[in-house]
Nanobody
């Protein structure tokens, strides 16, 4: 089993930036694809961005050009740099492998974009 710990969330004004971090511990060997997910109140959790071990990257359309995912495989860490934040980015953000495993969800980190 893998433990994911997310950090870096907070309250930010529209147009602001945040950098999320996710550390993984436990049985991390063999995790090829890592991703950031988010869940807004009343909505399903969605995959926001992912990165493969080889560096192939995916973003959902709504964050392209604003978010950047990076991965430090040696440290089992991924990051999500979020710029030009919008109120619709407000959600709890989680990291997990892709596809996600239900037992591996961490506590997440809350991102609130509001003036």
């Amino acid at each position: 089993q893998v433990q994911f710990v997310e950090s870096g969330g907070g309250l930010v004004q529209p147009g602001g930036s945040l950098r999320l971090s996710c550390g993984a511990s436990g049985t991390t060997f063999g995790i090829s694809v890592m991703g950031w997910y988010r869940q807004a109140p009343g909505k399903q959790r969605e995959l926001v961005a992912s990165v493969t071990f080889g560096g192939r990257i995916y973003y959902i359309e709504s964050v392209k050009g604003r978010f950047t995912i990076t991965r430090n495989s040696a440290e089992n860490t991924i990051y999500l740099q979020m710029n030009s934040l919008k109120p619709e980015d407000t959600a709890a953000y989680y990291c997990n492998r892709v596809p996600a495993r239900a037992d591996d969800w961490g506590q997440g980190t809350q991102v609130t974009v509001s003036s």
